[in-house]
């Protein structure tokens, strides 16, 4: 059984940076693709970064150049870097991973991850 744990979030003044995690249990994540997506209140959920099995990374738009997603393999964690935070970045943040491995494929489609956490909320305010 695949289980996902996120941390890292808070309260942070904008300009501020926040280092989220999610450890895994159940799934090697160097074998896996894996992805973190958010959902604000009264938004739809939407894809925020994503990193195959060998490490090619694809970011939404809006987070390039301030969020930097990764792995850590020795701990069996993904990682998301994020700087130069901003208001409208707040939102309960998920990370997701596949079901098959060795997927090579950067995909933004939430409907393609198998396994979800339970998110941990980032508050970018002043």
């Known amino acids: 059984q695949v289980q996902l744990v996120e941390s890292g979030g808070g309260l942070v003044q904008p300009g501020g940076s926040l280092r989220l995690s999610c450890a895994a249990s159940?799934?090697?994540?160097?074998?896996?693709?894996m992805a973190w997506f958010r959902q604000a209140p009264g938004k739809e959920r939407e894809f925020v970064a994503s990193?195959?099995?060998?490490?090619?990374?694809n970011y939404a738009d809006f987070v390039k150049g301030r969020f930097t997603i990764s792995k850590d393999n020795s701990k069996n964690t993904l990682t998301l870097q994020m700087n130069s935070l901003r208001p409208e970045d707040t939102a309960p943040y998920y990370c997701a991973i596949k079901a098959m491995p060795y997927d090579s494929r950067t995909t933004a489609d939430a409907g393609t991850y198998s396994d979800w956490g339970q998110g941990t909320q980032v508050t970018v305010s002043s």
């Open positions: 990193i195959t099995y060998i490490g090619r990374t």
């Open positions: 159940g799934r090697t994540v160097s074998k896996f693709a």
